[in-house]
Nanobody, 122 residues
Framework: QVQLVESGGGLVQTGDSLRLSCAAS????????VAWFRQPSGNEREFVAS????????NYADSVKGRFTISRDNAKNTVYLQMNSLKPEDTAIYYC???????????????WGQGTQVTVSS
């Protein structure tokens, strides 16, 4: 089992930055693929970024490329999402996920955090 806890969300203005953190506990975290998803109010959960194990294989949604960066510190069992140049359309609940399969499909991730709200005002 892996337990995930997100933090770092909040209310910011357009153009601001935020860094989300996802602290993991439980089984060896470094072997898992990790990802960030987000769910705007009234919409489905959507892929944001993913990272495979310790290979640093990265993938980003087109909507966040060049603005968001996913990273991990395996020594701290923590995954980060650095979000720059935030836009109102980035407003959502952000979730981190971990799993044995590297994918943009949320249904393929076994472990999820509780989510953290990010609100970007115009």
């Amino acid at each position: 089992q892996v337990q995930l806890v997100e933090s770092g969300g909040g209310l910011v203005q357009t153009g601001d930055s935020l860094r989300l953190s996802c602290a993991a506990s439980g089984r060896t975290f470094s072997v898992y693929a990790v990802a960030w998803f987000r769910q705007p109010s009234g919409n489905e959960r959507e892929f944001v970024a993913s990272m495979l194990g310790s290979t640093e294989l990265l993938n980003y949604a087109d909507s966040v490329k060049g603005r968001f960066t996913i990273s991990r510190d395996n020594a701290k069992n923590t995954v980060y999402l650095q979000m720059n140049s935030l836009k109102p359309e980035d407003t959502a609940i952000y979730y981190c996920a971990a799993g044995t399969r590297y994918s943009t499909d949320p249904t393929l991730y076994e472990y999820w955090g509780q989510g953290t709200q990010v609100t970007v005002s115009s």
